[in-house]
């Protein structure tokens, strides 16, 4: 019992990063229908910021956190312009846009591994490694503290979306983005600021990750998971994609503590292809029916 | 550059230019996108690798001919395209695409477990049995095949898949069948340029038959241009050449590579070829369009009322 | 004269949407038979019922007597039921004589293997495919523009090419569905008389969707009229005419613009 609680907050703490990541990737798709597989570029450099913010700079950890994640704001809306607004404006079909992301995931892990180096680097150490005791329950601090910044940020990010006006035109493009745009929404602008909101997840996202783990110039492979995670919850739909990837991140510790690590990775791509088997539009995606 | 030299890189691009031209047949002529063909090609490298690797030198080898490992490693990958097909064929637009991932990395992530084949750190021992004349034939009958498909009523009933799914339907073609027998084809091939990957490289590793390995060759298909035999051609050859050209960069190369891979996708979206083809019929056949659209327009002026627009 | 399309208590529903409500009528044989009602009355979704597009929700589709519900659109189209498009489906970037070519497909049954060994077999109905798609598009006067890419075609022989290429299938049931859409009266005059012709040489029953009242009523020798899904009048073009819940639903707002 005990392990179990302790194997389901393990879960729930890096599923809470996967959920970071993964509503990235919805919130570009439910616009643009595209999977933005340079999101995990992005999410990589996030790492990266905040871990030369408190080794380069000495920045305290508050101002790495957010040198970081208004550092990928910027790193998104970049790519955005050069690697889709051209597209955009040409009406090009998805596919091309995934090459150009693809492009730019090549070109970003490459442009790291080119200045900074192909090796792995390790955080300092911010909070202290000795648990909370929890009565019997022994809860990491950092895995604590993920889950909780990790909560409140997609709780604002919800809030946003469903409050504000920049977040209804949002919503509204997700249903139909030529309507809006003939309505007289600014599309470019909410875009924008989907990719700004992304790249802004992906800062914190990176920066926990490799706290967590490490920083090194691939890790943007293993944000394909929290892209799987958001499919798995349906594409484009935000609370589909934080669900998805909670449900994903328990699976997964489940799976590594009670049959082997080794099926760790495995796990998340057999539950995409079971889920595009099962229900193609995730738990939470709208099924709609084709017309002739 | 010495001749050995450019002999490997000629070799590296005949081996790719088998797995993109089978690409070719299911993007370019089918119009379906895989980013899961790394994984066809990883099958037909471990299946080849298994067939013909010495039991002296490898336990785990059958020390078979490698003829036997072309045909078994292009059969095993087509099998299990079959089943692939069976269950995402039916998925509509980019989560086929989706799909085909998540089958590449999984198939990856499989031999990554497979002990037998030394998992994760890789399998040497290999035999190097990929010459270079045996690329080349198999470079040959590779483009004969396909351009001979291609040119006949089932090529043209995938053809119709890419352009119209409905109307292909309608006019009575097995949409789901051709989808099928392009994904095979397409897998088969990738499968055979596994072997011979394999089997030039002496070492594999599931490493190599990564996310990044498909987007390659849909990448060259691209950029050769949709439905066109001679662009996948072109396009194996440069884009294989070019990375091993930038080497003298080293570090940078793979970020100029990124780099032109956005720039072709934002400048020149139809492909070094834009579906027409460098053969003597091919070049006509575009002629005769251009001659055709000159022709209409002519008609229309003389008749002196455009048609209008809708 | 036998009934080619036997259709009876045919009903589609899209989820609480009844598109179509227990429509019957029947398609004589070498017959034209005209299907209009307004916007939104479920013609179209007939047809793509009849094609296989859509499976029924209830009822009963029997071709030359045999039931087709159920079946996938392409042994539909095998078995001799062929359909254009309101809004046209070419294979835009291929050619004219491509369309057709690839739509005979139909006629020759070389396997995969001939085809790519180059056999006998292959030459010969190849050629035989060529010599029809041009014979039919001799026939439809589009061999001038053989050579063009579909989707440079002005838009009224767009539409005729879509006719020929449903035409490349020996069809004996055909669907046009609003053939005549963004034509000018004289285009539209010429396209009946097409109808018409198509019937007595290509020996097929045809059955047509328009809004164009003079081409209705003009070649069509039996009328459906729809309206909400549900069938509300049929007959000679005169019975149709004079019915009154046709002129309410349909004719009558028609006529007043058109009077106008």
Known sequence: MVQFLQQLINGLSIGSVYALMAVGYSLVYSIMNFSNFAHGGVIMLGAYFGFFGLTLLKLPFAAAFLLASVGTLFVA???????????????????????????????????????????????????????LELGPLAVGRLDLIIFIISAVSLTLLILFIDKTKLGKAIQAASYNVKACALMGVNTDKVILTVFGLGGFLAGIAGVFFGMKYTVYPQIGNITTKSFIAAVF??????????????????????????????????????????VLILRPTGIMGKVTEDKA | MDWTYIQGILMLAGINMIAVLGLSLLTGFTGLFSFGHA???????????????????????????FVLAIVAGGAAAGLVSYFIGRISLNLKGDYFCIATLGFGEAIRLIFNNVNRFGGARGWPGVPSKSSFLAILIADI????????????????????????????????????????????????YAGVAGVFFAHY?????????????????????????????????????????????????????????????????????KGLMGGMELTPSGIRKVAAERNALREAKAKLLAEGSGEEED | ????????????????????????????????????????????????????????????????????????????????????????RLFKNLSVFDNVLTACHLSANYSFAEAI?????????????????????????????????????????????????????????????????????????????????????????VLVIEHHMDLIMGVCEHIIVLNFGEKIAEGSAEEVSRHPQVIEAYLGTREEATDA
Do not use: C
């Open chain 1, 77 to 131: 809306i970049i790519v955005e312009r050069i690697a889709y607004k051209p597209l955009r404006e040409r009406r090009a079909p998805f596919l091309y846009f995934i090459i150009s992301a693809m492009g730019a995931s090549i070109l970003l892990e490459n442009l790291v591994i080119a200045t900074i180096g192909p090796t792995f680097r390790t955080y300092p150490e911010v909070f202290p490694k000795a648990p």
């Open chain 1, 233 to 274: 919850g349906g594409l484009g739909s935000l609370p589909g994609a934080v669900l998805g990837s909670v449900l994903l991140g328990i699976i997964e510790t489940f799976v590594a503590g009670y049959l082997s690590s080794q099926f760790r990775d495995l796990i998340a791509f057999v539950i995409l292809i079971a």
């Open chain 2, 39 to 65: 994984g066809f090609m990883a099958i037909g490298a471990y299946v080849g690798a298994w067939i013909s690797a010495s039991p002296a030198s490898t336990p785990a080898g059958l020390g078979l001919p």
């Open chain 2, 141 to 188: 009958v590779a483009v004969v095949f396909l351009a001979n498909l291609v040119k006949s009523r089932h090529g043209r009933n995938m053809i119709a898949v890419r352009e119209e799914e409905l109307a292909a339907q309608i006019a009575g073609i097995d949409v789901f069948r051709y989808k099928m027998i392009s994904l095979i084809i397409s897998a088969v």
């Open chain 2, 201 to 269: 490289m002496t070492f594999i590793q599931p490493k190599m038959f990564s996310l990044t390995k498909s987007t390659e060759l849909t990448i060259i298909v691209i950029f050769g241009g949709l439905g066109s035999i001679s662009g996948s051609v072109l396009g194996a050859i440069l884009l294989t050449a070019l990375p091993e050209i930038l080497r003298a960069f080293e570090m940078w190369r793979l970020v100029f590579y990124g780099a032109a891979v956005i720039l072709i996708m934002v400048s020149r979206p």
């Open chain 3, 1 to 88: 004269m036998a009934a080619i399309l036997h259709i009876r208590d045919l009903t589609k529903q899209f989820g609480g949407l009844t598109a179509v409500d227990a429509v019957s009528f029947d398609v004589p044989e070498g017959g034209i038979v005209g299907l209009i009602g307004p916007n939104g009355a479920g013609k179209t979704t007939i047809f793509n019922l009849i094609t296989g597009v859509y499976k029924p929700t209830s009822g009963s589709i029997e071709f030359r007597d045999r039931s087709i519900v159920g079946l996938e659109p392409f042994r539909i189209a095998d078995m001799g039921i062929t359909r254009t498009f309101q809004n046209i």
């Open chain 3, 117 to 205: 060994l180059r056999l006998p077999r292959f030459r010969t109905q190849e050629k035989r495919l060529m010599a029809k798609a041009e014979e039919l598009l001799d026939i439809m006067g589009l061999l001038g523009y053989k050579d063009l890419i579909a989707n440079n075609l002005p838009y009224g022989l767009q539409r005729r090419l879509e006719i020929v290429r449903a035409l490349a299938l020996n069809p004996s049931l055909l669907l046009l569905d609003e053939p005549a859409a963004g034509m000018n009266p004289d285009e539209t005059e010429q396209l009946m008389r097409l109808i018409v012709r198509i019937r007595d040489d290509f020996k097929l029953s």
